[in-house]
């Protein structure tokens, strides 16, 4: 009798994992050229990292890929899978506010059928289980998720069961970063995208009415019913240099300087949900793209701001509605397999120039 592992949300606030033998649930699919492998990987706990960080590794592989339902999102990965023996590069993907490692799976599946590793973090304190990291000083939510995408890059960079798998060329290790949300505002920073806080409240300030859902957000929007940030508004930089191509997805842009951004020198990519209500395009996406030099820019034509999130098979409320509603008349998932051969031939240009070992 075959077994497998399935995953399931048995409760809020807890991820439940069972052994499940009936296999007519799922899928066999045949084996392909290469598939996505997936495992589970945990950065633990050290001086420099105060929390363990949950991670889904997704990466290419020789095996048959079945459909497994994790939660509220359905994979299509082969579970535990021996890995090749190179990839293309590492990409961190970063989830928007209060999300998960499992949000974004079908563009990791693709990455990772494109020959890359993706490392999809669980944000300690800024997921669907814990929000501890809105109840900090206002300043460390701006700080730390960058700083925990690092740590992932660091812990696979000398783990010896990955970093030899990693392309390297002239420049280092290929890696880039992925992210949607906050997970795009993540990968902005990753790429020398600097924090003014003052930014923040000057924008609510006048932009209240257009940016509502954002300038209500407590200490990322300042909301009125809080005192203005005091001390210091302006956040250490948090770029890692060894990040070489960002994707940013609706992200989170009004809080960055528009100097620091003119002073990003790597490969960019910014997507705009056209509808998006939560960050409204011209105070985000609009901002950091006419800003970073050469940036490319797409504007998704009536999309909402989860347009870039795997369709979740339950409601997930959020301050805009339903996660897994869109605008009459979107396809979602027509846009998502687009959007998987976008990101991967971005990716492979931004990393053409070098000779991998």
Not at 52 to 63: E, M
Not at 147 to 161: E, G, K
Request: glycine letters at 8%.
């Amino acid at each position: 009798m075959r077994r497998w592992v399935a995953f399931c949300f048995c409760s809020i606030g807890r991820l439940c994992y069972g052994m499940l033998a009936a296999s007519s649930l799922l899928v066999s699919c045949p084996v392909m050229a290469t598939e996505a492998g997936w495992r589970q990987y945990v950065v633990p706990a050290s001086a420099s990292n105060p929390e363990p960080i949950q991670v889904a590794l997704f990466y290419p592989a020789q095996a048959a890929p079945r459909e497994i339902a994790m939660g509220p999102f359905t994979l299509r990965v082969a579970v535990m899978a021996p890995p090749e023996a190179h990839f293309k590069g590492l990409i961190v993907l970063s989830h928007g506010t209060g999300g998960s490692e499992l949000g974004h799976s079908s563009l990791a599946e693709g990455l990772a059928r494109n020959g890359y590793l993706v490392a999809a973090l669980r944000h300690p304190g800024d997921n669907y289980q814990d929000r501890s990291l809105w109840e900090k000083p206002p300043g460390t939510f701006f700080t730390e998720r960058p700083r925990q995408a690092s740590r992932v890059i660091d812990a696979l960079l000398r783990d010896p069961d990955w970093k030899d798998r990693i392309a390297t060329d002239a420049k280092g290790p290929r890696i880039g970063a992925l992210g949607h949300s906050a997970g795009g505002f993540t990968v902005i920073a990753l790429a020398g995208g600097q924090s003014d806080l003052s930014r923040i409240i000057a924008h609510c300030e006048k932009e209240r009415a257009d940016d509502p859902l954002f300038c209500s957000m407590g200490r990322t929007g300042q909301s009125s019913q809080r005192q203005p940030t005091q001390g210091p508004t302006m956040i250490a930089p948090t770029t890692d240099k060894r990040v070489r191509a960002v994707v940013a997805m609706a992200p989170m842009g009004v809080v960055f300087t528009a100097a620091s951004l003119a002073a990003i020198d790597i490969p960019v990519s910014i997507y705009a949900a056209a509808q998006d209500r939560w960050l409204v395009p011209r105070f985000h996406a609009e901002w950091i793209a006419k800003n970073v030099p050469r940036a490319e820019f797409h504007s998704v034509a009536n999309a909402w701001h989860f347009a870039f999130m795997d369709r979740p098979s339950a409601p997930i409320p959020t301050l805009d509605g339903d996660a897994a509603a869109d605008p009459p008349g979107f396809d979602r998932a027509a846009f998502l397999a687009q959007l998987r051969g976008e990101v991967s031939a971005f990716f492979d240009t931004a990393f053409a120039a070098g000779q991998t070992r």
